[in-house]
């Protein structure tokens, strides 16, 4: 299943799994169908593994900025900014996400398995690490993760579908458990990383709520009541933009989307996206496609 990235207003990603009542979701992402290669700086209220099929990508996790190389997995948890790009060294850069509530792992909040094992990480400082191959336990997981692919993609191939999923589930929790119990992986959140944080999620949500407006670092920052410098750091350290180039990316996304969505013309397209002028629009586009808008509609 390859997946189309959709952000609600608050850049958050409202996972939208196939059932309700078995809340595991997987994909496929081709970074050569986002913008720039780039799959936006996003989080989501879910757990997250990521696999790094055939590339390299750099990731970020809550700021911070990781090599992300071929046959590794990322781990993102639970509301935890995260962004990815590709190379351009590889034609069709892909990777395989593995998403679920931990809800599925046990709904029950009082009991002894998720006070123990659930509990103590979706809501601990972790904000992410990466499982590498030459770990034993980490390589095991990974492994899993390659049952879990083939698993979740042949679903009409098994009968008892959603046990044997649930059981990969709980053995790739439980080695997961074990390997943060015995390496203590980095990039911990602080109480100035929280705050740093939200800044940059407030951020987002301005551009994303804003976008098809004049929209100035100036009135960002006065709106968050952050000095200029202020907003440029932090952005840039969860996000590796500054907070205009990350407009003009969201905004030739949402254009791209609309050419491909709608009959408007292309110069309604660009001034509905905040372009100033339709040739403007059209060059910044072409910079960023390698096609005009009208190409890229065809």
């Given at each position: 299943m390859l997946r189309k990235l959709k952000l609600d207003s608050t850049n958050q990603e409202p996972l939208?799994?196939?059932?309700?009542?078995?809340?595991?979701?997987?994909?496929?992402?081709?970074?050569?169908?986002?913008?720039?290669?780039?799959?936006?700086?996003?989080?989501?209220?879910?757990?997250?593994?990521?696999?790094a099929l055939n590339s390299d990508l750099d990731i970020t996790i809550n700021g911070h900025f990781y090599t992300l190389h071929k046959g590794e997995c990322a781990f993102y948890n639970l509301n935890v900014m995260h962004g990815i790009r590709a190379s351009k060294s590889v034609e069709d850069p892909q990777s395989f996400g593995l998403f679920f509530s931990p809800l599925v792992l046990c709904d029950?909040?009082?009991?002894?398995?998720?006070?123990?094992?659930?509990?103590?990480?979706?809501?601990?400082?972790?904000?992410?690490?990466?499982?590498?191959?030459?770990?034993?336990?980490?390589?095991?997981?990974?492994?899993?993760?390659?049952?879990?692919?083939?698993?979740?993609?042949?679903k009409s191939s098994y009968y008892g579908y959603e046990l044997k999923v649930l059981s990969?589930?709980?053995?790739?929790?439980?080695?997961?458990?074990?390997?943060?119990?015995?390496?203590?992986?980095?990039?911990?959140?602080?109480?100035?990383n929280n705050k740093s944080t939200e800044i940059a999620k407030k951020i987002i949500m301005l551009i994303h709520s804003q976008y098809t407006e004049d929209i100035s670092i100036e009135q960002i920052s006065s709106e968050l009541y952050i000095s200029r410098s202020k907003c440029f750091k932090i952005f840039k350290q969860y996000t590796q933009k500054t907070p205009i180039a990350y407009l003009m990316e969201y905004r030739l996304k949402k254009a791209g989307e609309m050419l491909l969505q709608t009959d408007k013309s292309v110069t309604e397209?660009?001034?509905?996206?905040?372009?100033?002028?339709?040739s403007y629009f059209i060059k910044c586009f072409k910079e960023s496609f390698g096609v005009s808008p009208a190409k890229y509609r065809k």
């Open positions: 939208q799994y196939s059932e309700s009542t078995f809340p595991v979701e997987c994909y496929i992402d081709h970074f050569a169908h986002y913008v720039d290669r780039t799959m936006e700086t996003h989080w989501h209220n879910g757990i997250e593994y990521m696999l029950n909040a009082g009991s002894v398995v998720y006070q123990q094992y659930i509990h103590p990480i979706i809501y601990s400082s972790l904000n992410g690490f990466i499982l590498k191959p030459d770990n034993p336990i980490s390589s095991k997981i990974i492994q899993l993760l390659h049952d879990s692919k083939d698993v979740l993609f042949s990969l589930l709980c053995e790739i929790w439980r080695l997961t458990s074990i390997y943060i119990d015995n390496y203590q992986p980095v990039a911990n959140a602080t109480a100035q397209i660009g001034t509905a996206c905040g372009f100033s002028s339709s």
